[in-house]
């Protein structure tokens, strides 16, 4: 599976940016798509998932209420909408694959490269 990202930037805090991840090759082996940011001198965190079929949702409470994912199965492509953005969600963003797991936060096995996002005060 190959996964593409984009939608990354430099937007003002209180703003907004959609990334979205491509996933091409073997899709059929999808279970969820989650989303991962990493802060500079910061480790990896979990952002969001969603199921592949269902669509069931899971988010960091960090980001409840202003981040929702959402995904277009016939366009292999999951969605992050990034709402009221602040200084702290700067980070490079990556989309993962998941395989089959009841752990939302883990099992991951395919990444993306990244995407800056840049939040200005």
């Known amino acids: 599976v190959q996964l593409q990202a984009s939608g990354g930037g430099l937007v003002q805090a209180g703003g907004s940016l959609r990334l979205s991840c491509a996933a091409s090759g073997r899709t059929f082996s999808i279970d969820r798509m989650g989303w991962f940011r990493q802060a500079p001198g910061k480790e990896r965190e979990f952002v969001a998932a969603?199921?592949?079929?269902?669509?069931?949702?899971y988010l960091a409470d960090s980001v409840k209420g202003r981040f929702t994912i959402s995904r277009d199965n016939a366009k292999n492509t999951v969605y992050l909408q990034m709402n009221s953005l602040k200084p702290e969600d700067t980070a490079v963003y990556y989309c993962?694959?998941?395989?089959?797991?009841?752990?939302?936060?883990?099992?991951?096995?395919?990444w993306g490269q990244g995407t800056l996002v840049t939040v200005s005060s």
């Open positions: 993962a694959k998941g395989y089959p797991s009841s752990n939302w936060l883990g099992g991951y096995d395919y």
């Open positions: 969603i199921r592949w079929s269902g669509g069931s949702t």
